[in-house]
């Protein structure tokens, strides 16, 4: 970072300083509690030397605060993927069921959003199609931010909901549906070649956010990639050229999740085992009628605060999902 050039490359500099300032981060936490840990020690000693029972209490309250600490940062080992530490892709699909499964889409994508807030994580929509009356058809939004992927990725799979529909005039109860995509952002020089012969790439007027010459210039793009016939969209820039780098992204990134299920297959064939399909196997339930309670179906994990985990909370649903894969 001192050297004079460093800057020259500004997309890669802005890398390399978040990683500084990450890594600076953990060592001055690590400091942090070795200090206090030794302070704690010198004010037992003292407390015996003195033999002032009275200060037990105090030293007790210290301990207990100094484990839950050290109980947080333990957590972090949990992340051992190799992409876990970077940024994350996330698209929500709307299943089978009209404006209900679409406001749930929409509700999930809140649920993240706030999650990604309080992680403070910075995010980004980068493809929508919105439902007629409610929520989402399918929604695409890059997440930024320090383990973003080794939080979410316990979010991708089938997330079904039942209540009362808010939609409905007889206010029957309905089950609905909606599949969550969590993919890594791969860096360009890793991992998924990308010949440019295999692509075809199509613009068109934006119909998403931007200002008000997004809709006038053709600054959407759609690229697919013809050997394998997958398609992304990106239209919330203004700038043509940066629709085309984030599409790049996302393309990257679901080649990249495509090749290693073929390779997961290839050996399950060898192994002679099958394992059903992701879609209408769901991961998590969210009952809201006739009773409360989110349960995920991985784990065993459940809770009734139905209200806290629509809103973001989903921090123990992630320990025990990313336990899980310890076992």
Same mark, same amino acid.
């Given at each position: 970072?001192?050297?004079?050039?460093?800057?020259?490359?500004?997309?890669?500099?802005?890398?390399?300083?978040?990683?500084?300032?990450?890594?600076?981060?953990?060592?001055?936490?690590?400091?942090?509690?070795?200090?206090?840990?030794? &302070?704690?020690?010198?004010?037992?000693?003292?407390?015996?030397?003195? &033999?002032?029972? @009275?200060?037990?209490?105090?030293?007790?309250?210290?301990?207990?605060?100094?484990?839950?600490?050290?109980?947080?940062?333990?957590?972090?080992?949990?992340? @051992?993927?190799?992409?876990?530490?970077?940024?994350?892709?996330?698209?929500?699909?709307?299943?089978?069921?009209?404006?209900?499964?679409?406001?749930?889409?929409?509700?999930?994508?809140?649920?993240?959003?706030?999650?990604?807030?309080?992680?403070?994580?910075?995010?980004?929509?980068?493809?929508?199609?919105?439902?007629?009356?409610?929520?989402?058809?399918?929604? #695409?939004?890059?997440?930024?931010?320090?383990?973003?992927?080794?939080?979410?990725?316990?979010? @991708?799979?089938?997330?079904?909901?039942?209540?009362?529909?808010?939609?409905?005039?007889?206010?029957?109860?309905?089950?609905?549906? &909606?599949?969550?995509?969590?993919?890594?952002?791969?860096?360009?020089?890793?991992?998924?070649?990308?010949?440019?012969?295999?692509?075809?790439?199509?613009?068109?007027?934006?119909?998403?956010?931007?200002?008000?010459?997004?809709?006038?210039?053709?600054? &959407?793009?759609?690229?697919?990639?013809?050997?394998?016939? #997958?398609?992304?969209?990106?239209?919330?820039?203004?700038?043509?050229?940066?629709?085309?780098? #984030?599409?790049?992204?996302?393309?990257?990134?679901?080649?990249?999740?495509?090749?290693?299920?073929?390779?997961?297959?290839?050996?399950?064939?060898?192994?002679?085992?099958?394992?059903?399909?992701?879609?209408?196997?769901?991961?998590?339930?969210?009952?809201?009628?006739?009773?409360?309670?989110?349960?995920?179906?991985?784990?065993?994990?459940? #809770?009734?605060?139905?209200?806290?985990?629509?809103?973001?909370?989903?921090?123990?649903?992630?320990?025990?999902?990313?336990?899980?894969?310890?076992?």
């Amino acid at each position: 970072m001192n050297s004079a050039d460093f800057w020259k490359n500004t997309e890669e500099a802005k890398k390399v300083s978040a990683e500084h300032g990450s890594l600076s981060h953990k060592v001055k936490t690590f400091e942090d509690l070795e200090d206090e840990a030794e &302070a704690l020690y010198d004010f037992e000693k003292e407390a015996v030397m003195l &033999a002032d029972e @009275s200060l037990n209490e105090e030293i007790e309250k210290k301990i207990v605060e100094l484990q839950a600490r050290i109980g947080k940062l333990e957590f972090f080992l949990l992340f @051992s993927g190799k992409y876990d530490k970077g940024n994350a892709i996330i698209s929500i699909h709307a299943g089978a069921g009209g404006t209900e499964a679409q406001d749930w889409a929409g509700m999930l994508l809140r649920m993240i959003l706030r999650f990604c807030e309080n992680k403070e994580f910075k995010t980004k929509i980068l493809d929508e199609h919105k439902g007629s009356e409610a929520g989402y058809k399918s929604v #695409t939004l890059s997440v930024e931010g320090s383990y973003a992927y080794g939080y979410l990725k316990s979010e @991708s799979g089938v997330h079904r909901l039942v209540r009362i529909s808010p939609f409905d005039a007889e206010k029957m109860r309905h089950t609905s549906f &909606a599949m969550v995509e969590v993919l890594p952002e791969i860096p360009e020089t890793e991992e998924v070649e990308i010949d440019p012969k295999d692509l075809r790439i199509d613009t068109f007027l934006s119909g998403g956010h931007g200002g008000q010459s997004v809709q006038t210039t053709y600054s &959407a793009v759609r690229i697919v990639h013809i050997p394998t016939n #997958t398609t992304v969209t990106c239209q919330n820039e203004r700038s043509q050229l940066k629709n085309k780098e #984030t599409a790049m992204k996302v393309l990257r990134a679901k080649l990249f999740k495509k090749y290693e299920e073929e390779r997961k297959k290839e050996v399950e064939d060898i192994r002679g085992e099958r394992v059903s399909a992701e879609w209408g196997r769901q991961i998590r339930s969210y009952v809201l009628h006739p009773y409360k309670m989110v349960k995920d179906h991985r784990t065993d994990y459940e #809770t009734q605060d139905t209200d806290a985990v629509l809103d973001g909370d989903l921090d123990k649903f992630i320990e025990e999902y990313l336990k899980s894969l310890k076992k």
